[in-house]
């Protein structure tokens, strides 16, 4: 293992944006390294993942989950090694997910870390066998209940959940429509993917390419989005359809939710269900999941896609870049390379 490291590099929010962050809403903090004691360990953060949810906490107002303070270092789900300390299961050179956030070093318990094993690459750790994996399959397993014949749609479809949702709705039989942004993505979600078809929402009349695209109505919405995309979706929903809210990122980031339209009137004449997932929800649920997304990748029926950006100081541009909808599926940010 290299020598102790002696400082640790860590962004924290010092200003909030109004609409997405730059650079000059972090700034890189320097504080000294601390032996681990206990049963504490000193994890090596290797890459983090990023995720809309990071924005809507950098801003103050309310919502799902409490916004960062000021000072305060940027959470998220990182893949990590074991530089020092030894505890439960842990010892040096294990590799480790947890979340620990943007920076260099973390002091962590075992109880915050799960072992990561050879089987797959690493990065599956952060997409498929993480947050984005796990929480499509979550939301499909216990509310969406895919039937074959019927028809999925997928907002967001070449985003780093929408990916999986799209997956696991072909592998159920479903008819799938996804909806991305731009050709390239469009392209991703069908050839790579597997769904029948995707409508680039940026294109004019989506309403109208998408009841073409769904003669029989939309029997289940697999959502990340809201706003104006899932309201055009709305209006082509089955009789008693069901529709899966698993993020409204059009809404969430911003501070004026009562801006946000919600095309109730078709919702009632459709009489849909609606279902409103969030992940931090049903942790009793995380372990089955994963085991089966395992399976999956073990037999090549999942693939993942992500988007590596190499550098620490990239952080916060890879964000902003991510938020505009520049990269396509997971965004992870490497910080260094595990030592062998």
């Not at 039937?147 to 709705?169: E, K, R």
């Not at 899932?230 to 698993?246: M, P, Y």
Request: glycine share 10%.
């Amino acid at each position: 293992m290299p020598e102790f490291p002696r400082t640790n590099r860590r962004f924290v929010l010092c200003s909030r944006p109004i609409g997405l962050p730059d650079d000059d809403s972090f700034e890189i903090e320097t504080i000294e390294v601390a032996p681990p004691s206990g049963e504490e360990l000193l994890i090596r953060v290797l890459i983090v993942a990023l995720s809309p949810w990071q924005n809507q906490r950098l801003k103050d107002f309310k919502n799902y989950t409490n916004p960062f303070r000021i000072g305060e270092l940027i959470d998220c789900d990182v893949l990590g090694q074991v530089i020092a300390g030894t505890a439960g299961n842990f010892a040096p050179g294990i590799l480790v997910t947890g979340r620990l956030g943007w920076q260099e070093f973390a002091i962590a318990r075992p109880e915050q870390l799960t072992a990561v094993t050879g089987e797959f690459a690493d990065t599956l750790w952060l997409t498929a066998l993480s947050s984005p994996g796990l929480t499509a399959y979550c939301a499909m397993d216990l509310f969406g209940r895919p039937m074959p014949g019927q028809t999925l749609v997928v907002t967001s479809a070449a985003g780093a959940v929408g990916g999986y949702a799209v997956q696991l709705g072909k592998m159920a039989g479903m008819r799938v429509v996804g909806i991305a942004g731009g050709r390239e993505k469009c392209a991703l979600v069908t050839e790579r993917l597997g769904a029948h078809i995707c409508l680039d929402h940026r294109q004019p009349v989506l309403s109208e390419r998408l009841g073409e695209a769904c003669p029989e109505g939309v029997h289940l919405l697999f959502d990340t989005v809201g706003g104006r995309t899932a309201d055009t979706v709305f209006e082509h929903l089955a009789k008693h359809a069901t529709v899966l809210i698993i993020g409204r990122t059009a809404a969430n980031n911003s501070d004026r939710p009562d801006l946000d339209p919600v095309n109730m009137r078709q919702l009632w004449a459709r009489e849909a269900s609606i279902h409103c997932f969030s992940r931090y929800s049903y942790p009793e649920r995380w372990a089955f999941a994963r085991e089966r997304m395992m399976q999956l990748c073990r037999d090549g029926a999942i693939h993942a896609v992500e988007q590596l950006v190499e550098g620490f100081e990239r952080t916060p541009s890879a964000l902003r870049d991510m938020l505009a909808g520049k990269y396509m599926g997971k965004v992870l940010v490497r910080y260094a390379h595990a030592d062998k």
